[in-house]
């Protein structure tokens, strides 16, 4: 059974503070992407990686960074939070030459 | 770029009835894939269905089939025979045949199937 696993279900965080939210498969997938989903607009791209140590830009990078120095692990994070960044964060996982995407369960963040 | 829209942020049906959620999107490709994903209450996000764009044929999934219309850009998901289990929010999402992994999802539409 695939399994894609995100280290908090709910953050509370001050601004200003930096933050790690880590996504973990046992699947082997080669591509590891970071959401983040808002009301009404959906699921939005921060970040992907298509192999350890390899990052491309989403739709909406500023703000956040990422690490993938494992291929299981995918690291999103927080350099100096803001308020306009509380948000659910998604991870999802997909394997090479494939079009099923499989996601974590989500970490709900607030920054106060 | 692709988009994608979904036209419709909240719906409910009755238990057993049949819904239609919409869905559209742009795009300049010729090949591509389009799906609808399921997010219930506190649960992880699911694949319900997809439809790769090259078949002609709808795809369908038990209880779950869509209306693929090409030329139309349009993609909509019918659910026969409601179920309380089925109340979750639904995406449709877009993803190029080739050339980038990333997938393009619309707004979402939050489904309600009343007892």
């Known amino acids: 059974d695939v399994k894609v696993t995100q280290s908090s279900r709910y953050l509370v965080k001050r601004t200003g503070e930096k933050v790690f939210l880590e996504c973990v498969q046992d699947m082997d997938h080669e591509n590891m992407f970071w959401y983040r989903q808002d009301p009404g607009l959906g699921l939005r791209l921060i970040y992907f990686?298509?192999?350890?140590?390899?990052?491309e830009k989403g739709d909406i990078p500023e703000g956040y960074s990422v690490s993938r120095e494992k291929k299981e692990r995918f690291s999103l994070i927080l350099e100096s939070a803001s308020t306009n960044q509380t948000s659910m964060y998604l991870c999802a996982t997909l394997p090479g030459q494939s079009y099923e995407q499989y996601f974590g369960p989500g970490t709900r963040l607030t920054v106060t | 770029a692709q988009t994608v829209t979904q036209s419709q942020p909240e719906m409910s049906v009755q238990e057993a009835e049949t819904v239609t959620l919409s869905c559209t999107y742009d795009t300049s490709e010729s090949n591509y894939y389009l799906f609808w994903y399921k997010q219930p209450p506190s649960r992880q996000m699911i694949l319900v269905i997809r439809q790769e764009a090259y078949k002609q044929q709808n795809a369908t999934e038990n209880r779950f089939s869509v209306n693929f219309q090409k030329a139309a850009k349009s993609f909509s998901l019918k659910i026969s025979d409601s179920q309380l289990g089925d109340t979750a929010m639904y995406f449709c999402a877009f993803m190029k045949h080739s050339g980038g992994n990333d997938m393009r999802f619309g707004a979402g539409t939050r489904l309600t199937v009343k007892p």
């Open positions: 990686s298509y192999d350890v140590k390899m990052k």
